[in-house]
């Protein structure tokens, strides 16, 4: 379940409470973010109901919205390029909130797990999903998207180079370009270790 609290002295989190019913559900809802005015919030949900892939049965991964409405959060609904046929999970939002960047093994995949990003249209609105390409994904798993203010995209990789199971890497966006990435970079034995890190 998703939980609110309020940040307090010394990093402390006070009030904490569930957000309400809409949002938490008996399924796993995480990995929520926020547009900079806190009134949308992206966030997953496993989906309820398993279905067949293939040989394998699983319950898909899948991203959704909400919004802040008059002191409630309503509008829950799921984006429409997430599918019962395979997951989208770990949205994160670009610095002015038009890009929407997350992780998926949706058809077009180059393996376990991509990164992709869709535009937010000003109408509200979804582009296409773009993969991310070759230089940022692997046959592996790209996963766990951060954006900081400073539009420096990170992401956890067990494909890259790196010192074993998941490590955090970087990218930035190309100035004259925006769909193309600077070759990532591995952030070095301070943030990652021989064991998952993202």
Same mark, same amino acid.
């Given at each position: 379940d998703l939980y609110v609290g309020k940040i307090g002295t010394g990093?402390?989190?006070d009030s904490i409470q569930l957000f309400p019913d809409k949002i938490n559900t008996d399924q796993h809802e995480s990995s929520a973010v926020f547009t900079q005015d806190g009134n949308t919030m992206y966030f997953n949900r496993t989906s309820d109901q398993r279905?067949?892939?293939?040989d394998i049965k699983f319950a898909t991964v899948r991203l959704f919205k909400a919004e802040y409405v008059n002191g409630k959060w309503t509008?829950?609904? @799921?984006? #429409?390029?997430? =599918?019962s046929?395979?997951?989208? @999970?770990? #949205?994160?939002? =670009?610095a002015d909130g038009k890009?929407?960047?997350?992780?998926?093994?949706?058809?077009?995949?180059?393996?376990?797990?991509d990164l992709f990003y869709v535009s937010i249209n000003d109408d509200g609105s979804y582009g296409v999903p773009t993969n991310l390409g070759k230089q940022i994904?692997?046959?592996?798993?790209?996963?766990?998207?951060?954006?900081s203010k400073d539009n420096v995209l990170y992401f956890a990789s067990d494909g890259l180079p790196g010192l074993g199971g998941l490590d955090i890497f970087q990218t930035t966006v190309d100035e004259d370009d925006n769909t193309k990435f600077t070759k990532p970079l591995n952030l070095g034995n301070t943030?990652?270790?021989?064991?998952?890190d993202f």
């Open positions: 990093g402390k989190l279905v067949k892939v293939g509008n829950e609904q @799921e984006l #429409p390029f997430s =599918s046929q395979y997951n989208t @999970e770990h #949205p994160a939002l =670009s890009r929407l960047y997350f992780s998926s093994d949706m058809p077009g995949s180059y393996g376990s797990f994904n692997t046959p592996y798993r790209e996963q766990f998207p951060f954006v943030a990652n270790s021989g064991m998952d």
